[in-house]
């Protein structure tokens, strides 16, 4: 094995499944924002591991940042400063709450973030992905409107890339945070499910895989929310209460720790076009939203989110088509 590139490797879930990867052997690339902030935990695992940890500055919210990325890593992989690809973890992601807000590019941030950035880094890094490589998606079981997960956040609307992308302008109603968040995950399913048709009308060995590591109270997504709302998400009693009326919760060990073994274990090299759910220390394939198995929506949200991020045929990966 080569290496693996996580975005947001370097905190929460992203960092618990970084620590196992280095465990194993395995070197890595940490995408993020802030190479202040990735550094230490690049240079810790390292030494702890005698791995291989390169850091590499990347904002999802920016298509600018995801194509200075995906150039930078090329150079990295002609000069062999990475030894190759295994596979891509679309980790990095968040709910922002508050006031509608829009990316560099004009696009309403949550989606952005959560979906076009990761969206375009697949399509520019697929070339350099190993013959039977992997891409792992982050999402969320709030993409569900049918489960406690997702009527607890907000339900997802229709996964209408352009909608999203547009959100709140021209006079129109924003949606609120949590519906943003919901729907964005909805869209990232969605993602991982066209990913694998294209990759399988290819005859592509590489695997799309979308994992749901439950609701992890130490995470970045309620690290974003008031200081009431974390202290209470973290104490026994609202654990005993979250299981109780059904929504999926896990802890940012056991999902990091399954985050790492869908990007590597060779007992899920055939799950392409799965979703996995981490809940209660248990990772399972589960069924997703209704709405996420819509072939017809799902071709939509592909070509107008190439449209979105101006993908160009020259960076378009023949087998992604």
Known sequence: MTAILITG???????????????????????????ERMRPVADELSAQHGVSVTTLTLDTSSLASVRAAATRFRTMLDSGEVSGLDAIVCNAGGRFDGDISYSPDG?????????????????????????????VYTASGT?????????LVGAAVEPDAVALATNGKGGGKALPAGKRYSTSKLCTVMYAYELDRRLRRAHSSVSSI??????????????????????????????WVSKRIGVITSDAE??????????????????????????????????SARLSYDERRAEQLWGDSKRLVHLTDDEEPTQLR
């Not at 997504?221 to 973290?234: H, T």
């Not at 799950?271 to 394939?285: E, I, K, M, P």
């Open 9 to 35: 490797g370097h905190s929460g879930i992203g960092l618990a499944a970084a620590q196992v990867l280095a465990a194993q052997h395995i070197d890595l690339v940490l995408a993020g924002r802030s190479v």
């Open 107 to 135: 696009y309403e941030t949550t989606f952005a973030t959560n979906c076009l950035g990761h969206f375009l880094l697949v399509e520019l890094l697929f070339p350099s992905l190993s013959e039977k490589g992997r891409v």
């Open 143 to 151: 993409h569900d409107p049918d489960s406690m997960d997702g009527r």
């Open 210 to 239: 979308a994992f749901d590591p439950g609701s992890v109270p130490e995470t970045g997504f309620l690290r974003g929310m008031p200081r009431p709302v974390r202290w209470v998400s973290n104490t026994a009693a609202m654990k």
């Open 254 to 287: 056991f999902s990091g720790a399954s985050l790492a073994a869908l990007a590597t274990d060779p007992g899920y090299a055939q799950a392409s076009g799965t979703y996995f759910q981490a809940h209660d220390r248990a990772l399972s394939a589960v069924r």
